[in-house]
């Protein structure tokens, strides 16, 4: 067993358990996951923060063996959060991210920030339990492909156009290569058609292209290239 697991009792730390700090801007998400963890035997939450500022402020005088982190909050992005404490802190803490919808992009950042894991918080509690154990003994709750797709971005040039779009450009981008209608898109990402139809005019304007059939076509050799994901971009 990872010996960061055997904090002295002195420290507020039950010897045995797997510390945890909870980084979330809705603190009902916090009181949740809280209770969920402080159920188990081997569980133990150390601290807690709602924002970015505050997880680097605190997580320092905390050390938990498992940090579990909002993806989008208020001052920042928890992937940095992430990739800082992990950079700060020795020895690290595994970082778990928690997300309310799924996006490539963020999975890709949470890669390569050295995350363990990558959940969406429609996970069922036994899941959170278990991905806290899983990363706390030094797992990973990500595949291997994808984590390889990851280390291949990092190697190949980024394409200034495409860093340029939106998070939610990108998801567009995506939907239009699979042929999607504005409309279709907007059902799919509860957005109006107009709202739609001006995401797409921007994304064509930031790569330089007239007409959407070239966006596709450019999305789809991106996908082929391995610098997005071959999935169908679609919320999971």
């Known amino acids: ?31 949740g996951v809280a209770h969920l963890l402080d159920r188990e035997d081997d569980v133990t939450v150390v601290g807690e923060a709602a924002s970015a500022a505050e997880a680097l402020a605190r997580m320092p005088a905390a050390r938990p063996d498992v940090a579990i982190l909002d993806v989008r909050l208020p001052d920042g992005e928890g992937i940095s959060v992430c990739r800082d404490v992990r950079s ?7 970082c778990l991210m928690l997300t309310s919808f799924s996006d490539d992009q963020a999975l890709f950042g949470a890669v390569v920030a050295g995350a363990a894991g990558y959940l969406l918080k429609d996970v069922a509690g036994a899941g959170l339990v278990a991905a806290v154990r899983t990363a706390a003994a030094g797992g990973s709750l990500i595949d291997p492909e994808t984590a390889a797709r990851a280390l291949e971005r990092l190697r190949t ?15 567009i981008l995506d939907l239009i290569a699979l042929g999607l209608t504005n409309r279709q898109i907007g059902d799919e990402l509860f957005l109006a058609e107009k709202t739609v139809k001006n995401y797409v005019s921007s994304l064509l304007h930031k790569l330089g292209f007239a007409r959407r059939t070239e966006a596709a076509v450019y999305a789809a050799g991106r996908r082929r290239s391995g610098q997005l994901p071959p999935n169908d971009g679609r919320h999971g």
């Open 88 to 94: 700060l802190l020795d020895p690290p803490p595994a």
């Open 157 to 171: 040039p980024a394409d200034p156009r495409y860093e340029s779009l939106s998070p939610q450009e990108r998801r």
């Open 1 to 31: 067993m990872d010996p960061r697991y055997f904090h002295s009792v002195d420290e507020g730390v039950a010897v045995g358990s797997i510390s945890v700090f909870l980084v979330d801007d809705h603190e009902i998400v916090r009181r």
